[in-house]
Nanobody
Framework: QVQLVESGGGLVQAGGSLRLSCAAS????????MAWYRQAPGKQRELVAH??????NYADSVKGRFTISRDNVKNTLFLQMNSLKPEDTAVYYC??????????????WGQGTQVTVSS
């Protein structure tokens, strides 16, 4: 089992920035990738970005604005979000999983943190 605890959400004006953090603990050797998902009201949960030892991958909607990174010593995942837009408003979830070939497969979920961007 892997436990994930997110922090850093909040309310920000359009054009502003936020940094999300996710502390991982437990059997982290069972995973080879981590990711951020988000779910806006009335919409399906979507994969925002994922990271492996080989690199990063982003949804088209956040490319150039969001940066995913990790501190392997502290077992912490980050999501730096810049130039935020109202459509970025969602609950953001940290995820730990595996990449099989090129596809990210989610396994463990955090509890989520709310990000609200006002216009």
């Amino acid at each position: 089992q892997v436990q994930l605890v997110e922090s850093g959400g909040g309310l920000v004006q359009a054009g502003g920035s936020l940094r999300l953090s996710c502390a991982a603990s437990g059997n982290i050797f069972s995973i080879n990738a981590m990711a951020w998902y988000r779910q806006a009201p009335g919409k399906q949960r979507e994969l925002v970005a994922h990271i492996t030892s080989g690199g990063t991958n982003y949804a088209d909607s956040v490319k150039g604005r969001f940066t995913i990174s990790r501190d392997n010593v502290k077992n912490t995942l980050f999501l730096q979000m810049n130039s935020l837009k109202p459509e970025d408003t969602a609950v953001y979830y940290c995820n730990a999983g595996r990449v099989v070939v090129t596809k990210y497969e989610s396994i463990y979920w955090g509890q989520g943190t709310q990000v609200t961007v006002s216009s």
